[in-house]
């Protein structure tokens, strides 16, 4: 075989230049898109800020608001009305619970608040946000600015009680028995965007369930997250 010319090993060298150039300038203009669209995102959740619920007569009314239109496309019955969404309002803003909303320039997109439970842990009670700003964090957010206002006051664990009412889990499958309970709970799927996932994302565990809590194969999933970690 003929031993490569100089011309050639030349145009092989700067071909393969021009490759890794091209390269190295796709990799660049991938990271910059990446790090714009994060960037864009950042700013977009650092717009909001939080506020207490029992601020004014307004806020609780938009609480109130909040709950009942968002608990009519998931369960109708929870609060079927405007009056006794606001009941419910009233008794979360009872001392010495805990209330607070999240507000996008004077708009209140959710609210979330704790009561006493045990010694050092206490219910998470409730926790809602307008469908429209479903899955874009700011529910995670506002959980976690209620856990560090719970740290501050010595509070220790945070328990949330959340219902399958609408078949959403596959603990609604099957009867929950006493021989198959642990095996349920950690197979656990979710068929309908059943809040539990939520819950786990941000460090919550499942510790337990109420079978038939709410009728037949309606149960109710007990979570529980350790605040110190």
């Known amino acids: 075989m003929a031993k490569k010319s100089q011309c050639e090993k030349l145009g092989f060298s700067i071909l393969g230049l021009i ?14 898109t990446l790090v714009l669209k994060k960037n864009t995102w950042y700013n977009q959740i650092m717009d909001y800020s939080f506020i207490n ?3 004014s007569e307004n806020t609780k009314n938009q609480a109130a608001e909040i709950l009942y239109k968002t608990f009519t496309c998931i ?9 006794t969404a606001l009941i419910e309002v009233n008794e979360c803003i009872e001392e010495p619970n805990i209330c607070i909303g999240i507000k996008i320039a004077d708009e209140l997109i959710g609210w979330t608040g704790m009561r006493p439970m045990y010694k050092l842990t206490w219910e ?35 328990f949330a009680g959340s219902d399958d009412e609408t078949f959403s889990t596959s603990l609604s499958d099957r009867e929950i028995t006493p021989e198959n309970i642990f095996n349920e709970i950690k197979n656990i799927k ?13 460090g919550y565990i ?12 309606k149960p109710d999933i007990f979570l529980w997250k350790d605040l110190r970690k």
């Not at 490759?19 to 910059?32: A, D, G, Q, R, T």
């Not at 979710?190 to 941000?202: A, G, I």
Request: net charge neutral; hydrophobic share 35%.
């Open 19 to 32: 490759i890794l150039y091209f390269k190295v300038f796709e990799y660049m203009y991938s990271l910059s």
């Open 53 to 55: 619920i029992n601020e």
């Open 75 to 83: 369960n109708k019955d929870a609060w079927p009305d405007m009056e």
């Open 124 to 158: 998470l009670h409730p926790m809602v946000i307008k469908k429209d700003f479903w899955g874009k964090g700011y529910g995670k957010i506002m959980l976690y600015e209620l856990e560090r206002i719970a740290l501050e006051k010595g509070i220790i664990g945070l």
């Open 190 to 202: 979710n068929y309908k965007n059943h809040p539990y996932e939520f819950y786990q994302k941000c």
């Open 206 to 217: 499942i510790t337990g369930v109420v079978p038939n809590a709410n009728g037949d194969r």
